[in-house]
């Protein structure tokens, strides 16, 4: 007789064997066979009813362990860097394991709230009890919801704030985590979305008053998902951090550096000096240093500041709050390069010729002491010949010399051909209480050029160093058009009344002269904005690719490690390749680099988007006091739902739905990108002047409903489709003669 194996037995050999798990599996390795498969059944059943087994299918696995293939929800790196992930079917009674998660080279790269199948092995004598290794990618966080919450009887519903999105949410009474009617709320999709009816949610934030003062920058913050908070850890690095010692530092602190930014800047992060170049064999040439804070010196590679700073990838700014890159201890203090304050830098040497061209430059760290904090319109206004108390005594020795060498510059420029984009800036200036109080375009000077030009220097020596040294960095990279997007490009500028070159390389010469002709004409605004959308988005990437809009061969972000991690990245790469010290580039740094690069990519476009997002609800919220009032504006966009509009007032943009255009049926082309009236072939394309009405402005979602009234001067026809579209008056005795057709046709007859 075949001996039962005990209860223990069974569950150490399933232990051994996860793979075979099966009834038919446990009954071999026992040798049960017959009638005694009846007693095995028995034994699996009680062990089920205990807890102590879990039935998946055909196959036992021990509750209190989890099966060797199975899905893990990833958790933020710890403070040592290690990246744990969590059990998403963990069911057993005891505590929850710890799941060690270890990227392969080849893995795809996953970040905090990503979910993942993988295989599990148990390990013993370590603080954590599984290793995890990637199998495949399925899926990231829970939907997050973000809406208002319109209270029910019994629960309730989230309408969404996405602009043009209709969606709800259904959410049952004990849901709610007490939330108001018409209170902004995040939440998160409950199970999965049946077949019928309301998706799921449940509420897990109550974010307040929609309405609120800065509400709106919340909403964006909370919709993009960027990390508003600093860990504990993060703050407390940062609030034991002391200011950098000169040491080994080169002292620069007789230069007198002067930093010049906008004039609510929060942080000022570089810092210039120039001079013309004493050298004889360099006549009419220039020597310009760039200063840029020392922010490795503070957040080095494995700390808790630096993995914050790289989850964050960036700083944002908003119209009313900036969510910074580091915490306030080092982006407005330790980092900041203050005036009078001595202050850690890696500053750059740039010898420039007559005109403009760099001919050679030294990096070195050092320590600088910024005799001024200058904002660029009163620099500018020193330069036109009206110094304030504060430029005056700065205007000959400082001053003058910037603006000779940006003159220089310029030439250079001018035989570069950087592309050559006439797109001006929003600026949405607010009340004390957060109400907005004027949108206008930002004054454009010689001081933001001048700063622009010297940044740009910056970046090319700090690329062209790294490549010298063999060191490994982060390009910014940025590729030319597609071809498919040129010839939209070159249709709109032929039907625009000008050329763009056909058949040859293109560079970005063609694009500007392409540009100059249309400058002062009624396509300018057109093909600016056209130009703009036929070009690629630049990236991050640890190849060299090229930047195709500053006709540059290399090119790298160095100049603002305060908001951006991959300048951070460039220092420390820098401070590697000179042997400055122990906080340069490690050896995880550089295994990460492409995912780094990948990461910090997306979090400039989650940024991006967060921002434009903010300022289409504030431009709406300043708008919605004016409905039913008339506006000029330009058609930037046409799609088969209907028109974009640019406000020519405040940049805003707003929809025409097509559904509203005239009374005829209007053909759309993809290709030519235009609307044409079946009838009265009218065609609507990009750049047309327009007279608009505002129909609609909902300052929660930021979507303005236009109306049309104007099109390049002209009232909207009304088409032969009104005519088409009455009824016909029917001949007397029509109806009766239809009704007796119809009653012959129902007549039966046995």
């Known amino acids: 007789m075949v001996r039962i194996p005990s209860k223990t037995e069974i569950l150490d050999w399933i232990a051994e064997n996860p793979g075979l798990s099966a009834k038919r599996d446990i009954a071999k390795a026992f040798g049960i066979k017959g009638a005694e498969r009846i007693e095995l059944k028995r034994l699996l059943k009680e062990l089920e009813a205990e807890g102590t087994l879990e039935r998946r299918r055909k196959t036992y696995r021990d509750a209190e362990k989890l099966p060797p293939v199975t899905i893990l929800s990833i958790l933020a790196p710890d403070r040592n860097g290690d990246q744990f992930a969590r059990a998403m079917e963990w069911q057993g009674e005891g505590p929850e394991p710890r799941v060690l998660f270890l990227p392969r080279k080849a893995d795809a790269p996953v970040a905090e709230g990503d979910r993942v199948l993988a295989r599990v092995n148990e390990v013993r004598g370590e603080d954590y009890q599984y290793e995890a290794r990637l199998i495949r990618k399925i899926g990231t966080n829970p939907l997050k919801v973000l809406g208002i919450f319109r209270k029910a009887a019994e629960g309730g519903r989230i309408v969404a704030i996405d602009k043009g999105s209709d969606k709800e949410w259904l959410v049952s009474a004990e849901a709610t985590q007490g939330a108001k009617d018409g209170e902004l709320v995040e939440a998160e999709q409950a199970g999965p979305k049946g077949r019928m009816g309301l998706p799921r949610a449940r509420i897990v934030e109550r974010l307040g008053d929609p309405a609120a003062p800065k509400a709106v920058s919340l909403i964006a913050i909370h919709q993009h998902g960027i990390p508003d908070e600093f860990p504990d850890a993060a703050i407390a690095e940062a609030d034991r951090m002391k200011p950098a010692a000169l040491g080994d530092r080169e002292d620069l602190r007789h230069l007198p550096f002067v930093t010049i930014d906008p004039a609510d800047a929060r942080d000022h992060d570089d810092a210039c000096y120039a001079h013309a170049d004493e050298d004889p064999r360099n006549e009419g040439g220039h020597i310009v240093w760039v200063a840029i804070a020392d922010v490795a010196r503070y957040v080095t590679p494995g700390s808790a500041l630096d993995r914050e700073a790289r989850n964050r990838g960036n700083s944002t700014y908003f119209p009313d709050r900036v969510v910074p890159m580091l915490p306030d201890r080092l982006s407005g203090d330790l980092c900041s390069l203050h005036e009078g304050v001595a202050r850690a830098v890696i500053a750059v040497w740039m010898k420039l010729d007559m005109k403009g061209r760099k001919v050679s430059h030294r990096f070195t760290r050092a320590m600088i002491k910024s005799v001024a904090s200058l904002n660029y319109t009163e620099v500018q206004e020193a330069r036109d010949g009206r110094p304030n108390d504060r430029c005056e005594p700065l205007l000959e020795e400082v001053i003058a010399p910037l603006y000779a060498a940006y003159e220089a510059t310029k030439v250079a420029r001018a035989m570069r051909q950087p592309l050559d984009l006439d797109l001006p800036e929003r600026k949405i200036e607010l009340t004390e209480d957060g109400r907005v109080a004027s949108v206008a375009f930002r004054d454009r000077f010689d001081a933001h050029r001048l700063i622009e030009e010297f940044m740009i220097l910056a970046n090319v020596a700090a690329a062209e160093e790294l490549i010298r040294l063999r060191r490994p960095l982060l390009y910014r990279v940025h590729e030319e058009p597609s071809p498919l997007k040129l010839d939209a490009l070159r249709e709109v500028a032929e039907a625009s009344g000008f050329t763009l070159a056909k058949g040859q390389v293109l560079r970005t010469e063609h694009l500007n002269r392409l540009l100059a002709q249309a400058e002062g004409t009624d396509f300018d605004e057109l093909l600016n904005i056209t130009t703009l959308r036929s070009m690629t988005q630049a990236y991050y990437h640890p190849e060299n690719f090229g930047?195709?809009?500053?006709?540059?061969?290399?090119?790298?972000?160095?100049?603002?490690?305060?908001?951006?991690?991959?300048?951070?990245?460039?220092?420390?790469?820098?401070?590697?390749?000179?042997?400055?010290?122990?906080?340069?580039?490690?050896?995880?740094?550089?295994?990460?680099?492409?995912?780094?690069?990948?990461?910090?990519?997306?979090?400039?476009?989650?940024?991006?988007?967060?921002?434009?997002?903010?300022?289409?609800?504030?431009?709406?919220?300043?708008?919605?006091?004016?409905?039913?009032?008339?506006?000029?504006?330009?058609?930037?966009?046409?799609?088969?739902?209907?028109?974009?509009?640019?406000?020519?007032?405040?940049?805003?943009?707003?929809?025409?739905?097509?559904?509203?255009?005239?009374?005829?049926?209007?053909?759309?082309?993809?290709?030519?990108?235009?609307?044409t009236g079946a009838d009265t072939g009218l065609v609507i394309g990009m750049g047309q002047r327009v007279l608009v009405r505002l129909a609609e402005a909902v300052p929660v979602t930021g979507g303005l409903m236009l109306e049309l009234l104007e099109i390049e001067g002209r009232g909207m026809p009304g088409g032969a489709s009104a005519k088409r579209g009455k009824p016909s008056a029917r001949r007397p005795g029509q109806a009766a003669a239809r009704t007796s057709k119809t009653g012959r046709k129902v007549t039966r007859r046995r």
């Open 547 to 675: 930047h195709f809009g500053l006709a540059l061969k290399s090119y790298a972000h160095f100049t603002s490690p305060i908001r951006r991690y991959s300048d951070l990245i460039v220092h420390r790469a820098l401070i590697s390749g000179h042997s400055w010290g122990k906080d340069g580039l490690s050896a995880e740094d550089i295994e990460r680099l492409e995912e780094t690069a990948q990461h910090i990519s997306e979090t400039e476009r989650r940024s991006m988007a967060a921002e434009r997002d903010t300022t289409d609800r504030y431009l709406a919220a300043y708008l919605s006091d004016r409905v039913g009032a008339e506006f000029e504006g330009r058609v930037s966009g046409v799609t088969r739902f209907g028109l974009f509009v640019k406000l020519t007032e405040t940049g805003a943009d707003g929809l025409i739905p097509i559904r509203t255009l005239g009374r005829e049926f209007f053909h759309y082309d993809p290709r030519t990108e235009t609307l």
